[in-house]
């Protein structure tokens, strides 16, 4: 689970962090039989090295750490909401493939010439720090540490790599692999070094596999809502290893909760064509949404089922003849299982996006269910329909706002930081009459 991310000079944001801690104090009385999580709770046994009379002592002591299962983010128009969670898909694309195109900075406030992602996880009950600096023409400074222990340091060319030497891969070594893997003829490092360990060189050291796995699988970030049915399958398919007509009928449970009047969903394979490399040209040609498996290309054709007014089933189309909102849900349901069964971090812009309220609601409900949440997933996105607001469904440590100002680019305060805001307060009422700075003032 995210513990935070911090970013400098992206867009529209100069100086922000996004705090998923649970800062509400104490926990709620009662709070280990109640059904609903008011957070997401780790607890761990650190050591640590402390000196006590001129003597270094290992020190054992618990730790509990703190997550909101759900964050979800208000604010005007341009206010910065979808650039917070673009910047945590843009550092995933710098982690994957370099800095190539990935420098977007602040074109209103030149305050910094650089870029910074910084991104606490916990996993195994450790906590990962990854920090990244980087401009248009090179990373300057990447560090990744665990449990405040440097793992490995790279500050303007300078390498500390002991932590993750061997006999064989000296520092030495690593300096050449560092050199020839990750820079460029000029010595600019263009590639980080965690991935090309990840990639080339993963049994060197556990930490940085980890660190990158959590990213690759548990981090999974939607700036949309629109992309097929077969799309979302396949996400929840390959993430939780099940097959895929299990992982369908699972999303089809679900959609069916949501009081459509769909009496049944049915997915079909087509064959089209033996050879995927072959097949691929024929995609633009006809229609359907497609997958390779065992090296062929095949077609999800998805069909509902309707009673007539003579209670006789009728087929439909699913893509092309149920609405918008009902394929959007169905299309968004793989993910939001994916994370809920591998205890994933899900990122959504504009998650009520052509979805009703009352089942916003209900997807909300579900990282916020003991029964459903066993993984410690968590659920951040952004919206504008504040009808969730006016139900206590969300805490204060859950609703964080945006807004912006050419002097401080894009800040996001969460509820729980303004004075007096409690968890039975109407967020709505106040939201709305403008109490946190955070709502459009228009004049027509």
Known sequence: MIKSFTVQNFKSILDLTLDFSYSEGKAPNGYEEMETLPFLEIKRTIKENKQIKNEYKTITKKE??????????????????????????????????????????????????????????????????YELKYNDNAILKEILSVDNNIVYSIKKELLDVENIT???????????????????????????????????????????????????NNLYILMHTEFPVGLGVQIFEKSCKIDRQIAFQEIVDILKKFDFDITNIKLEEELINESAQDGLDSIKKIGGEFFIRDNKLYSNKIFSYHKDIDKNEVKFDFRNEESLGTNTLASILGPILMALHTGSVLCIDELERSIHPLVLREIIKMFKSKRYNKNNAQLVFTAHNTDILDDEILRVSEIAFTSKKIETGTVIRKASSFDGVRNTDNFRKRYLNGEFSSIPFPYI
Do not use: W
């Open 64 to 129: 509990v750490i703190r997550t909101v299962p759900c964050l979800v983010m208000y604010g005007a128009n341009a206010a910065g909401k979808s650039n917070i969670i673009q910047a945590l898909s843009v550092m995933n694309n710098v982690i994957d493939e370099g800095i190539t195109n990935a420098y977007k900075p602040n074109k209103l406030n030149k305050k910094y010439d650089y870029t910074v992602f910084i991104v606490e996880i916990c996993i195994d009950k450790k906590i990962y720090k």
């Open 166 to 216: 061997t006999e064989t891969y000296n520092t030495k070594k690593i300096n050449e692999i560092y050199q020839v893997e990750c820079c460029n003829p000029d010595k600019l490092q263009q590639k980080t070094f965690l991935n090309v360990m990840y990639k080339n060189y993963a049994g060197l050291n556990k930490y940085v596999n980890n660190f990158v796995q959590y990213i690759h």
